[in-house]
Protein backbone atom coordinates (compact mmCIF):
# COMPACT_ATOMS: atom_id res chain seq x y z
CA UNK A 1 0.00 0.00 0.00
CA UNK A 2 1.72 3.33 -1.13
CA UNK A 3 0.47 6.49 -0.12
CA UNK A 4 1.33 9.94 -2.44
CA UNK A 5 1.30 12.99 -0.79
CA UNK A 6 3.23 17.27 -1.27
CA UNK A 7 1.56 17.48 -4.75
CA UNK A 8 -0.29 21.35 -5.62
CA UNK A 9 -0.25 23.96 -7.67
CA UNK A 10 2.91 26.50 -8.82
CA UNK A 11 3.53 28.42 -11.12
CA UNK A 12 6.21 27.57 -13.71
CA UNK A 13 10.02 27.62 -12.16
CA UNK A 14 8.54 26.61 -8.98
CA UNK A 15 9.88 23.54 -7.29
CA UNK A 16 7.81 20.71 -5.80
CA UNK A 17 8.86 17.39 -3.37
CA UNK A 18 6.37 14.65 -3.71
CA UNK A 19 6.63 11.52 -0.89
CA UNK A 20 5.57 8.16 -1.18
CA UNK A 21 5.03 6.54 2.00
CA UNK A 22 4.96 2.07 2.08
CA UNK A 23 2.66 0.89 5.05
CA UNK A 24 5.24 -2.19 4.67
CA UNK A 25 8.93 -2.55 4.37
CA UNK A 26 10.14 -1.90 1.07
CA UNK A 27 13.05 -4.08 1.36
CA UNK A 28 11.44 -6.67 -1.17
CA UNK A 29 11.23 -3.89 -3.76
CA UNK A 30 13.56 -4.32 -6.78
CA UNK A 31 12.68 -1.10 -7.74
CA UNK A 32 10.62 1.99 -7.25
CA UNK A 33 9.55 4.60 -9.50
CA UNK A 34 7.38 7.44 -10.09
CA UNK A 35 5.21 7.57 -12.82
CA UNK A 36 2.44 10.59 -13.98
CA UNK A 37 -0.49 10.75 -15.88
CA UNK A 38 -2.51 13.49 -17.62
CA UNK A 39 -5.62 13.07 -19.05
CA UNK A 40 -5.72 12.37 -22.80
CA UNK A 41 -2.12 11.65 -22.64
CA UNK A 42 -0.33 7.69 -21.98
CA UNK A 43 1.13 7.26 -18.45
CA UNK A 44 4.96 7.89 -18.56
CA UNK A 45 7.65 6.80 -16.12
CA UNK A 46 9.25 9.93 -14.77
CA UNK A 47 12.31 8.26 -12.36
CA UNK A 48 13.49 5.23 -11.13
CA UNK A 49 15.50 3.87 -8.58
CA UNK A 50 16.14 0.11 -7.87
CA UNK A 51 17.25 -1.93 -5.12
CA UNK A 52 21.03 -1.00 -6.30
CA UNK A 53 20.32 2.62 -6.41
CA UNK A 54 20.59 2.31 -9.65
CA UNK A 55 18.91 5.79 -11.04
CA UNK A 56 16.94 6.17 -14.12
CA UNK A 57 15.02 9.29 -15.87
CA UNK A 58 12.91 10.31 -18.25
CA UNK A 59 14.78 12.89 -20.27
CA UNK A 60 12.23 15.54 -20.34
CA UNK A 61 13.14 14.90 -16.22
CA UNK A 62 17.16 14.58 -15.98
CA UNK A 63 18.48 17.79 -14.72
CA UNK A 64 15.04 19.23 -12.97
CA UNK A 65 13.91 15.98 -11.32
CA UNK A 66 15.39 14.19 -8.22
CA UNK A 67 14.16 10.54 -7.04
CA UNK A 68 15.68 9.51 -3.57
CA UNK A 69 14.44 7.09 -1.08
CA UNK A 70 14.81 6.46 2.24
CA UNK A 71 14.50 2.64 2.93
CA UNK A 72 14.36 2.89 7.08
CA UNK A 73 11.52 5.22 7.18
CA UNK A 74 9.72 2.97 3.92
CA UNK A 75 9.52 6.53 1.88
CA UNK A 76 10.12 7.23 -1.46
CA UNK A 77 10.63 11.21 -2.93
CA UNK A 78 10.73 12.63 -5.89
CA UNK A 79 11.81 16.45 -5.43
CA UNK A 80 10.84 18.51 -9.09
CA UNK A 81 12.64 21.74 -9.78
CA UNK A 82 12.04 23.97 -12.19
CA UNK A 83 8.70 23.11 -13.35
CA UNK A 84 6.65 23.85 -16.54
CA UNK A 85 3.31 23.36 -17.71
CA UNK A 86 3.57 20.21 -19.52
CA UNK A 87 4.70 19.05 -15.86
CA UNK A 88 0.76 18.83 -15.16
CA UNK A 89 -0.37 15.51 -13.87
CA UNK A 90 -1.35 12.90 -11.70
CA UNK A 91 1.85 11.51 -9.78
CA UNK A 92 2.47 7.99 -9.02
CA UNK A 93 4.46 5.95 -7.22
CA UNK A 94 5.06 2.57 -8.02
CA UNK A 95 7.03 -0.20 -6.38
CA UNK A 96 8.54 -3.75 -8.30
CA UNK A 97 8.21 -6.64 -6.97
CA UNK A 98 9.57 -9.35 -9.28
CA UNK A 99 12.18 -8.58 -11.90
CA UNK A 100 15.60 -6.69 -11.98
CA UNK A 101 15.53 -4.68 -15.55
CA UNK A 102 17.77 -1.70 -15.04
CA UNK A 103 18.04 1.27 -17.38
CA UNK A 104 14.90 2.50 -19.66
CA UNK A 105 13.11 -0.47 -18.57
CA UNK A 106 12.82 0.76 -15.38
CA UNK A 107 10.41 3.33 -16.55
CA UNK A 108 7.64 0.28 -18.44
CA UNK A 109 4.66 0.21 -16.23
CA UNK A 110 3.99 -3.14 -16.59
CA UNK A 111 7.46 -3.81 -14.50
CA UNK A 112 5.19 -2.17 -11.32
CA UNK A 113 2.83 -4.47 -9.06
CA UNK A 114 2.24 -2.06 -6.44
CA UNK A 115 0.53 1.42 -7.07
CA UNK A 116 -0.46 4.49 -4.97
CA UNK A 117 -3.82 6.44 -5.78
CA UNK A 118 -1.47 9.48 -7.01
CA UNK A 119 -1.29 13.09 -6.18
CA UNK A 120 -2.38 16.07 -8.41
CA UNK A 121 1.04 18.78 -9.20
CA UNK A 122 -0.57 21.75 -11.70
CA UNK A 123 2.15 24.53 -12.81
CA UNK A 124 0.41 27.34 -14.36
CA UNK A 125 2.75 29.82 -16.73
Known amino acids: HLVESGGGSVQAGGSLRLSCKAS????????LAWFREDPGKWEEGIAA???????HYKDSAKGRFIISKDMAKNMLYLEMNDLTPDDTAKYIC?????????????????????WGQGTQVTVSS
Open 24 to 31: ESLNQATA
Open 49 to 55: IDSDDQL
Open 94 to 114: AARIVGRKTGPRMLNSPEYSV
